[in-house]
């Protein structure tokens, strides 16, 4: 069973990512170390004997459409109710409707266990924190007023609606049709494929964030408008009101996640009788809604990328568990009675440290990331600088974080043998859910054009120039440290950097020439390439902070050795793959003809 590793979280945010220093130097007002642990160990609590229990229960039973309306596993909707009755929902939503203002970084620490708990379950939390940061940015003030504050409370869940059977990540040739009305409203109606939470019984409302276009808009991702479309209509003193004309078509039967409802919806058929029609509200302005959206989108591909950590986490634990009670063989220097536990094994050992570093590594990204959106809010002449480092981490967290979860989950089932391909160990399930967040919220190659194309050239390519020279900081550190065990770090923090500085330069050259081609053709290895990096030196950077403290330190130092003297012996490889992968592309795309 999972267990929340509270302390390993709130380390990571204090001498990692940056919260420790945040809150020293006032950046989060009379936020305390106290506060923090209080606020953790509740949410790890609250994920370890309550969502995660439930987990199986979700995966076996999945999501149901019975005579039009989705039911939710047996104990779900009885568990979200106790979850929003927490003040889960509103970490940092605006104070002004219900929320706690708090840091990002706490919200996504506590989104990490509670997607280790059930990352089914949390999908829907998700989606409405995203939902609520886009109608609080872009929202009029009767929208905010009318839908913020239950939203926040999670009375009211959200949802994002872009995906349309023939469009995918390409939002350009959407359908969706929206109609003007006289009194402000408008009318909207087409079909939407992949709404997550789209349909449930676990909410009084749920608010649809809808893209679609009017009559008159121009053509492509220019005459896209974001319009919030509530399930059910909501009265002037709060009450609910009459049912819109939206449903919820059918189920997607999915790979895993199968407690998420995962909804086809149909917008405006008439089905409830009146005007054929779902009334809906503008958000933000006409013809300008991707931009809007993509303050949701933004938001959910950090929360992706702690799906990709949390299933990383909890698959980690179960495979320790499992190599420390399985017995299997005598491994080399087994002394003991009988066979040796699998942990034994060079092997299985070797695969645990490559699931521990990933696990770190990922976790530590996806933190910066949120403590440099934090920054961005809050670092006053210094705010642009963070705003760029945001921009810069965000693909970085969505795509390594998600790979990481996929990588790491397929190695607990190697660790477990025949047993992980079997459903009872649930193993396997870690690896049918973690498979998804590589594909949405932009596919991780979608992230890797971002990247390269977007934003490296941030300042021309000073933010990412910055960015190398701290992480040339910390292996100088490490350099100087003259702690035992650090053994080749150094070394291999040093090569593994060079081969980064290496690949951004030439990247930024191809840009600079117009030649993107021959940039994105090596922009997915690049994304790799940072992100092992990132994952050594914020292991040394963690090891370097606890050094001396009751042994703790020698073994991150430990991992960090061990992350830094394996995993980034692949740098110079992805190096050579970034600069030589255009021309190897270009000459082999025959076989693909």
Request: glycine share 12%.
């Amino acid at each position: 069973m999972y267990k929340a590793p509270v302390e390993e979280i709130a380390f990571t945010l204090k001498h990692v990512a940056g919260m420790g220093e945040a809150m020293s130097n006032g950046l989060f007002g009379d936020l305390g170390e106290d506060l923090v642990d209080a606020i953790l160990s509740e949410a790890g609590r609250f994920a370890t004997e309550e969502v995660a229990p439930l987990a199986d229960i979700g995966d076996r039973q999945g999501a149901r459409l019975v005579d039009g309306e989705v039911r939710l596993p047996d104990g779900w909707r009885d568990l979200y109710r106790s979850w929003i009755s927490g003040g889960w929902n509103g970490l940092t939503a605006p104070e002004a409707f219900g929320g706690q203002a708090l840091p990002h970084m706490l919200n996504v620490a506590a989104l990490e266990m509670w997607n280790s708990g059930s990352m089914a379950f949390a999908l829907a939390p998700t989606l409405t924190m995203g939902a609520i940061e886009a109608v609080s940015a872009h929202g009029s003030a009767a929208l905010k007023d009318k839908y913020l504050a239950k939203m926040v409370s999670g009375e009211w869940t959200g949802t994002m609606n872009l995906t349309e059977p023939h469009a995918g990540s390409d939002l350009g040739v959407l359908k969706a049709r929206a109609e003007r009305r006289a009194d402000g409203s408008y009318r909207i109606s087409g079909q939407k494929i992949f709404i997550t939470w789209g349909e449930h019984d676990a909410a009084d409302n749920i608010i649809h964030l809808v893209l679609a276009r009017l009559p008159d808009a121009p053509a492509g991702t220019r005459g896209i408008s974001l319009f919030l479309v509530p399930k059910f209509l909501v009265n002037d003193d709060g009450s609910l009101g009459p049912r819109n004309d939206l449903f919820c078509h059918s189920l997607e039967h999915k790979l895993g996640t199968h407690g998420s409802p995962t909804c086809t919806m149909i917008y405006g058929d008439g089905r409830f009788g009146g005007e054929k029609g779902a009334i809906g509200w503008l958000v933000g302005e006409e013809n300008k809604g991707l931009a809007c959206m993509f303050t949701m989108m933004n938001n959910a591909r950090l929360a992706v990328g702690m799906q990709g950590v949390a299933i990383a986490e909890a698959a980690t634990q179960k495979a320790l568990a499992y190599a420390r009670e399985r017995t299997q063989g005598r491994a080399p220097g087994w002394s003991g009675p009988g066979m040796s536990p699998i942990i034994e094994h060079p092997d299985v050992a070797r695969m645990l440290l490559t699931m521990k570093a990933l696990t770190q590594g990922a976790r530590a990204i996806s933190f910066a990331c949120a403590h440099a959106i934090d920054m961005s809010r809050r670092a006053g002449d210094r705010s642009r600088h963070w705003q760029e480092r945001a921009a810069l981490l965000t693909p970085i967290a969505k795509s390594f974080s998600t790979d990481a979860g996929v990588e790491v989950a397929s190695l607990g089932i190697q660790v477990h043998g025949g047993m992980g391909f079997i459903e009872e160990t649930g193993a396997a399930r870690y690896l049918r859910d973690a498979r998804i967040a590589p594909i949405y919220e932009g596919t991780n190659g979608i992230q890797a054009i971002d990247l390269v194309t977007r934003k490296l050239p941030l300042s021309g390519g000073d933010q990412v120039r910055g960015f190398i020279a701290e992480l040339k900081a910390v292996a100088d550190a490490v350099r100087h440290s003259n702690l035992d065990g650090f053994g080749e770090t150094a070394a291999r923090l040093d090569a593994g950097i060079a081969d980064l500085d290496e690949a951004t330069t030439w990247l930024l050259k191809m840009l600079a020439d117009d030649k993107a081609p021959e940039a994105l053709a090596g922009a997915t290895p690049y994304q790799r390439l940072v992100g092992l990096v990132l994952t050594g030196c914020y292991l040394a950077k963690g090891a370097l902070a606890e050094s001396g403290d009751d042994g703790k330190g020698e073994g991150r130092i430990a991992l960090c050795r061990f992350a830094a003297e394996n995993l980034l012996a692949e740098t110079t490889a992805l190096r050579d793959r970034v600069i030589n992968g255009a021309a190897s592309l270009a000459a082999a795309r025959i076989l693909l003809a």
